[in-house]
């Protein structure tokens, strides 16, 4: 059974920053494409990062420079660290696997909540 669990959000203040986790099981994450997307309030999802299985990294316009996404294979875990965090930044974080076959998005988490307001 494929399982992705989200962790680390919160109720953080604007300029503070956060760590985000993804435990997952039940596929090989060590060969999948892993990606961070958000929902914000009222809008689409956004896909502001993604890691592939060498560990390079993309990131979306909107949160360059800010956000770090990071995976150990080891402990089949994704991570995103997201700095100097803004009111905009408020959203639903899921993490979620690639898939080459359909090209989407094939496995979710559940979400973790950030929250970012003074």
């Known amino acids: 059974q494929v399982q992705l669990v989200e962790s680390g959000g919160g109720l953080v203040q604007p300029g503070g920053s956060l760590r985000l986790s993804c435990a997952t099981s039940?596929?090989?994450?060590?060969?999948?494409?892993m990606a961070w997307v958000r929902q914000r309030p009222g809008k689409g999802f956004e896909c502001v990062s993604s890691?592939?299985?060498?560990?390079?990294?993309t990131y979306a316009d909107s949160v360059s420079g800010r956000l770090r996404i990071s995976r150990d294979n080891s402990q089949n875990t994704l991570y995103l660290q997201v700095i100097n965090l803004k009111s905009e930044d408020t959203a639903k974080y899921y993490c979620?696997?690639?898939?080459?076959?359909?090209?989407?998005?094939?496995?979710w988490g559940q979400g973790t909540q950030v929250t970012v307001s003074s």
């Open positions: 890691i592939n299985m060498e560990g390079t990294a």
């Open positions: 039940g596929f090989s994450f060590s060969k999948a494409v």
């Open positions: 979620a696997s690639w898939s080459h076959a359909t090209q989407g998005f094939d496995n």
